[in-house]
């Protein structure tokens, strides 16, 4: 675990992780899940698609670089992430429309996504629907969108138009201790 001694910027907590994922590389931001194996307890992790979404109680950070399958990296597990994969929206396929969405607010909770290929969180519900102890929230608001032909607003990244989801790089506060 990585502690910051000293300095004027924001503080986060990170953790040495081992991907236990064959084939798939970890993308930088996205969600991993504590794999306990026997072997390498506290240290494997997995993406959200690789498990059942029962183990998604097993949340232990964003991956803070691209982790290919076998080799060592970090996740942050407390702190101000400013990197976290999140989807905005999906449609069935390249040739639909991009279905509206609802606008994010700062404190939304988020919950994990495990679509695959997806890699992410997402919107899970207004902040205020609860005063329990979130996982991770929303650090940062965005505004809603309508359901578009082709592509969605640049200002939130806005996916091609061969994608069926699109995800974009949100700021998140996680708490995974």
Not at 51 to 63: E, L, M, N, V
Not at 74 to 94: D, H, I, K, P
Request: charged content about 15%.
């Amino acid at each position: 675990m990585r502690f910051k001694q000293a300095g004027n910027k924001k503080d986060i907590i990170a953790v040495v992780v081992k991907s236990r994922e064959a084939t798939l590389t970890i993308p930088q931001g996205s969600p991993v899940l504590a794999d306990p194996n026997g072997t390498n307890d506290g240290l494997a992790v997995i993406l959200p698609e690789s498990s059942a979404a029962a183990r998604h109680d097993f949340f232990f950070g964003f991956a803070t670089t691209d982790i290919a399958p076998g080799n060592f990296g970090e996740a942050q597990v407390f702190g101000f992430c400013t990197f976290a994969r999140y989807l905005v929206a999906t449609r069935l396929a390249t040739s639909s429309v991009w279905a509206s969405y609802v606008a994010g607010a700062i404190g939304d909770i988020l919950q994990i996504d495990s679509l695959a290929s997806d890699q992410c969180v997402k919107y899970s519900g207004a902040g205020s629907a609860t005063n329990l102890f979130w996982a991770m929230v929303l650090a940062e608001s965005y505004a809603s969108g309508t359901t578009s032909a082709s592509t969605l607003d640049g200002s939130l990244g806005g996916a091609s138009s061969v994608a069926t989801a699109s995800i974009v790089v949100k700021k998140v506060m996680v708490r995974a201790l």
